[in-house]
């Protein structure tokens, strides 16, 4: 029987790494809390991002962290990310929890998010399948329209209204999703927390290409990459394999080095723009 999971082998380096927490606020869930984490339900800040997860048919074969795997499984990423990098956009972050690829289970869960959460972030489901029900559900409830942005990865995208409240669809690919919200939804959240217009971005700095790299033609690419100082100035190289499933790359990556829409090539020594994803690295761009 097939299933409509992704899956594709990819060539690996097997690194340890580990998430340092910083003095942010933790992240309250509403439903589905990792284990030793108490359920919170309440509502008393105005900075509340309810994040739902509405990949589909891969529902079904999608399990938290933790959980033990079966066949043909895998595990839910993106929702545990989006609420990670909510939170370090100053934002309240809500899971929601994975909604079945059912209407009337679709049309409960964006509800409930909308009524409860000042925006709603959703992760898949705005690209075209057999059983995507998720943007007729949202054509109910709202005006959500899906668009195309030039740019990779992440090119499919929502946005609208669900029952009155903001809503923002993202990729289900990880990586598409991490970089859709470092780039349109992070200065979005910040602009709506009342941030000034020179805190909305993360800092960005100029660095040589350590190596040459590809970019799709009319597209902007994001490449996630690592910065060392060299002799004449920052040096950027690929954190590895580039695809849009391997979220390895952005967990190691200090930055998005940003490949203008005009070049399909760029050689080793060329400037780039890179969009700093550690603060610890800040310092660099002043």
Same mark, same amino acid.
């Given at each position: 029987?097939? @299933?409509?999971?992704?899956?594709?082998?990819?060539?690996?380096?097997?690194?340890? *790494?580990?998430? /340092?927490? &910083?003095?942010? /606020?933790?992240?309250?869930?509403?439903?589905? #809390?990792? #284990?030793?984490?108490?359920?919170?339900?309440?509502?008393?800040?105005?900075?509340?991002?309810?994040?739902?997860?509405?990949?589909?048919?891969?529902?079904?074969?999608?399990?938290?962290?933790?959980?033990?795997? &079966?066949?043909?499984?895998?595990? !839910?990423?993106?929702?545990?990310?989006?609420?990670?990098?909510?939170?370090?956009?100053?934002?309240?972050?809500? +899971?929601?929890?994975?909604?079945? !690829? %059912?209407?009337?289970? @679709?049309?409960?869960?964006?509800?409930?998010?909308?009524?409860?959460? %000042?925006?709603?972030?959703?992760?898949?489901?705005?690209?075209?399948?057999?059983?995507?029900?998720? /943007?007729?559900?949202?054509?109910?409830?709202? %005006?959500?329209?899906?668009? +195309?942005?030039?740019?990779? #990865? =992440?090119?499919?995208?929502?946005?609208?209204?669900?029952?009155?409240?903001?809503?923002?669809?993202?990729?289900?690919?990880?990586?598409?999703?991490?970089?859709?919200?470092?780039?349109?939804?992070?200065?979005?959240?910040?602009?709506?927390?009342?941030? #000034? %217009?020179?805190?909305?971005?993360?800092?960005?700095?100029?660095?040589?290409?350590?190596?040459?790299?590809?970019?799709?033609?009319? /597209?902007?690419?994001?490449?996630?990459?690592?910065?060392?100082?060299? !002799?004449?100035?920052?040096?950027?190289?690929?954190?590895?394999?580039?695809?849009?499933?391997?979220?390895?790359?952005?967990?190691?990556?200090?930055?998005?080095?940003?490949?203008?829409?005009? *070049? +399909?090539?760029?050689?080793? =020594?060329?400037a780039v723009q890179v969009v700093l994803l550690r603060e610890d690295?800040?310092?660099?761009?002043?």
């Open positions: 029987m097939p @299933l409509d999971v992704a899956i594709q082998a990819k060539s690996l380096t097997a690194t340890l *790494h580990y998430l /340092k927490r &910083g003095p942010e /606020k933790p992240v309250r869930y509403v439903n589905d #809390p990792p #284990p030793g984490v108490p359920q919170w339900n309440g509502i008393d800040d105005p900075r509340e991002i309810r994040i739902e997860d509405a990949r589909g048919h891969e529902h079904e074969f999608t399990l938290d962290p933790g959980d033990p795997l &079966g066949p043909g499984q895998i595990r !839910d990423s993106n929702s545990w990310l989006l609420a990670a990098q909510a939170r370090s956009a100053g934002a309240e972050a809500f +899971r929601c929890g994975r909604l079945r !690829d %059912d209407p009337a289970a @679709l049309r409960r869960g964006f509800a409930l998010a909308a009524a409860e959460g %000042d925006l709603v972030l959703t992760s898949g489901g705005v690209s075209v399948g057999d059983r995507d029900y998720t /943007k007729q559900v949202l054509a109910e409830l709202g %005006d959500v329209r899906s668009f +195309r942005v030039a740019m990779q #990865p =992440g090119m499919p995208q929502a946005f609208g209204l669900a029952a009155g409240t903001p809503l923002y669809g993202l990729p289900g690919n990880p990586v598409s999703c991490f970089v859709v919200f470092e780039t349109l939804v992070r200065p979005a959240l910040r602009r709506l927390a009342g941030h #000034p %217009d020179d805190r909305l971005d993360r800092p960005r700095v100029v660095a040589r290409l350590g190596e040459p790299v590809r970019s799709p033609a009319g /597209k902007v690419s994001f490449l996630r990459v690592r910065l060392e100082v060299g !002799d004449e100035g920052l040096v950027a190289t690929l954190t590895g394999n580039q695809g849009s499933g391997v979220l390895s790359s952005c967990v190691a990556a200090d930055g998005l080095a940003v490949v203008p829409a005009e *070049h +399909r090539e760029l050689p080793a =020594g060329a690295l800040a310092w660099v761009a002043r």
